[in-house]
């Protein structure tokens, strides 16, 4: 009955651990370039015991979160330095801690005309950092970024976007603000318009289908109480138990 006991409680613990991905998930509906993650729970011999006493041993209940790295919709916003990748890759940007990888492409300019994130970071481009050069006639040139991330000012071009790809997508950690760091090198992908374009003046929004995780709240909260009723029951019968045990 108390091995039971502590088996309902494993069983709280995952529930509580997958509502708290889904309620990130939720919480990021409206990220740009977010990708949601999905929780798996993993079920080991004795793992109960050792999730309740905190004993070391060969079992667990473990709750992973696998990001889905699948494309989200693109929303047109007309904006010639909003820019989304269709199809794999990341944009490369350089931070404090190091090159970091993001699908938010909501870019703008710093004063000195650095391309930079909505975090002030800057977008790296093939050669480095891009600089936009005359950056007070600006909005008097055409600044065109075609499909394969070559940017251009009235026709000449001045850099091209540096855009990172992985074999193991799995191998990416999540840092917060839509952005990955890994230790594994990256690779280049094949940028033609094809199997990866990239497309100006648009931003891809997440992959969070809102129906599908309110769902999956309701199903965890679910087996969260069923799982509570389970202990408060065998609480009863135990204690129950425990009187007839003292007569």
Do not use: C, W
Not at 12 to 22: C, D, G, P, R, T
Not at 64 to 91: E, M, P
């Amino acid at each position: 009955m108390i091995k039971a006991m502590y088996t309902a409680a494993a069983g709280m613990i995952s529930q509580s651990q997958k509502l708290e991905i889904v309620s990130n998930n939720l919480a990021n509906i409206n990220t740009t370039g977010f990708k949601k993650d999905n929780a798996f729970v993993e079920l080991m011999k004795d793992s109960a015991m050792t999730v309740i006493e905190g004993t070391e041993g060969t079992g667990g209940v473990f709750v992973k979160a696998a990001t889905d790295f699948s494309d989200g919709s693109l929303q047109q916003t007309n904006n010639r330095l909003d820019v989304a990748i269709q199809g794999r890759g990341f944009f490369a940007v350089e931070t404090p801690n190091g090159v970091r990888y993001t699908r938010n492409g909501n870019f703008m300019l710093g004063v000195d005309g650095t391309l930079v994130t909505n975090q002030g970071h800057p977008v790296l481009g093939q050669a480095g950092r891009i600089r936009i050069p005359d950056l007070h006639r600006l909005s008097s040139v055409d600044l065109t970024i075609d499909q394969t991330g070559e940017m251009t000012i009235d026709r000449r071009p001045i850099a091209r976007l540096r855009i990172a790809d992985f074999e193991d997508l799995t191998a990416l950690n999540k840092e917060g603000d839509s952005m990955y760091s890994t230790e594994v090198p990256e690779l280049a992908p094949v940028v033609d318009g094809k199997e990866t374009l990239i497309r100006q003046g648009y931003l891809e929004e997440s992959n969070v289908d809102g129906i599908e995780e309110m769902i999956q709240m309701i199903e965890i909260s679910r087996t969260f109480e069923t799982e509570q009723k389970s202990i408060q029951m065998q609480d009863g019968t135990l204690e129950k138990a425990m009187e007839l045990g003292r007569m």
